[in-house]
């Protein structure tokens, strides 16, 4: 204890004297540099998945494109089951017995068949429906990393920049389920919107120019 004392003492001795700098002796009272790795900042930022895909065009289009296959397979559907409730009326109306068996094998048959149509038809345009999703959204990803890590963003999360509606229970009920509460991190949706409808034009290539000469 006593030689701890006198060194203590000596180094104050030798600070006051002007042979110690007081840069010196914080440095060697300091912990090692490898003992306090420096942590790289990590930056966020924000990203509207729902705004984006509701004016993704490329997105829009497939979609719209998916809904108008769909219509018409209903329709036909529609027309069948038409078609088995005339059956379904003249087995009723028919006093034949003959007749009445012939027609119930029939329209139990048709009846089937309908029911399978219809399943095969949901799980195909559901099918087809989740592969556009995963398309996309897989697009959405590259672009959104290959931004960030240009602009030097660390993390994108998800959000809705839509404001509850205080009036609107549903959206009130929405509000209260997201995960971010307020943030100032940056809004980069509308310029991976940009990226995605630059990368889908670029894949699809350059435009035809029409050659014909005006008359």
Not at 28 to 44: C, D, F, G, M, R
Not at 111 to 119: A, G, P
Request: net charge neutral; proline share 4%; with cysteine.
């Amino acid at each position: 204890a006593r030689r701890g004392i006198l060194v203590v003492a000596a180094v104050s001795l030798i600070w006051i004297g002007g042979g110690l700098s007081e840069r010196w002796f914080t440095h060697s009272l300091a912990a090692p540099e490898s003992e306090q790795p420096k942590l790289p900042a990590t930056t966020i930022t924000m990203i509207d998945v729902a705004y984006i895909f509701n004016n993704f065009k490329a997105f829009k289009a497939e979609m719209k494109t998916l809904e108008e296959t769909g219509q018409g397979i209903q329709q036909q559907l529609a027309a069948t089951q038409a078609q088995l409730q005339l059956l379904k009326a003249r087995l009723e109306q028919t006093e034949d017995k003959g007749e009445k068996e012939k027609l119930e094998v029939e329209l139990a048959a048709k009846t089937k068949e309908f029911q399978v149509s219809t399943h095969k038809f949901q799980q195909e345009l559901e099918k087809a429906e989740a592969k556009v999703y995963y398309e996309y959204y897989s697009l959405m990803q590259e672009e959104t990393k290959k931004y960030c890590r240009a602009k030097g963003f660390h993390v994108a999360l998800k959000f809705a920049r839509d404001t509850i509606r205080p009036d609107d229970r549903v959206s009130i009920l929405q509000g209260l389920q997201r995960p971010i509460v307020f943030s100032d991190a940056p809004d980069i949706s509308d310029d991976i919107l940009k990226a995605l409808d630059a990368a889908v034009e670029a894949k699809a290539g350059p435009r035809k120019v029409d050659e014909k000469k005006p008359r």
